[in-house]
């Protein structure tokens, strides 16, 4: 009979550096694609993987930052990894959105399309509620993007009329 054997990953586990031929997949992020260069980390034979990363607020920092001024729709695991940057709970955040928080629940997994205006008020919310200085200047675009939408939609369209030669009145089409 075989005696099961202890396994300690701190002996059994090989050190790597992080290059850009070889970035460490930083899933912990919780986004599929982020890599990091010039860390170590360690692979244990089992299987397990350890990384040190340093300044890790200021990484997930730089990573909301990115998401919030990319020019793509956001996916929704960047709607979550802004959501649990800022610390709120989904309840709380869908009103930030405007949504129900089964809506919020399903943009976050992927089973509901994240219409334009959550994405805005996703980026919005981010760059006000992160009191990131660097975002100031993003936070104004995404506001002014919204504020010239609600412009657009309550704006009403021009009437002109004009009294013909029979004197009865004709609506004249724009040009």
């Keep these: 009979m075989e ?4 396994h300690d990953c ?3 586990r090989i050190e790597k550096f992080a290059t850009p031929d070889e970035p460490f997949h930083f899933i912990d992020s919780g986004l599929p694609y982020v890599y990091l260069v010039g860390i170590r980390y360690f692979v244990c034979e089992c299987g397990s993987v350890v990384a040190e990363i340093p300044a ?9 930052r990115d998401i919030v001024t990319s020019p793509l729709d956001l996916a929704g695991e960047e709607i979550r990894f802004l959501r649990k940057r800022l610390g709120k709970k989904a309840s709380e955040y869908s009103t930030y959105l405007g949504v129900a928080p089964e809506t919020l629940s399903r943009f ?3 089973k509901q399309a994240i219409s334009i205006q959550a994405q805005k008020l996703a980026r919005l919310s981010y760059c006000v509620f992160s009191e990131d200085p660097n975002l100031a200047e993003c936070a104004g675009t995404i506001l002014q993007s919204i504020l010239e939408e609600i412009k657009s939609k309550h704006k009403k369209a021009r009437i002109v009329l004009e ?3 029979n004197q009865e009145w004709r609506e004249l089409k724009a040009a």
């Design 163 to 165: 009294m013909d030669t």
């Design 3 to 6: 005696m099961n054997r202890i």
């Design 10 to 12: 701190k002996t059994a």
């Design 108 to 110: 976050e997994n992927g």
């Design 56 to 64: 890790i607020k200021q990484l997930m920092q730089l990573i909301a």
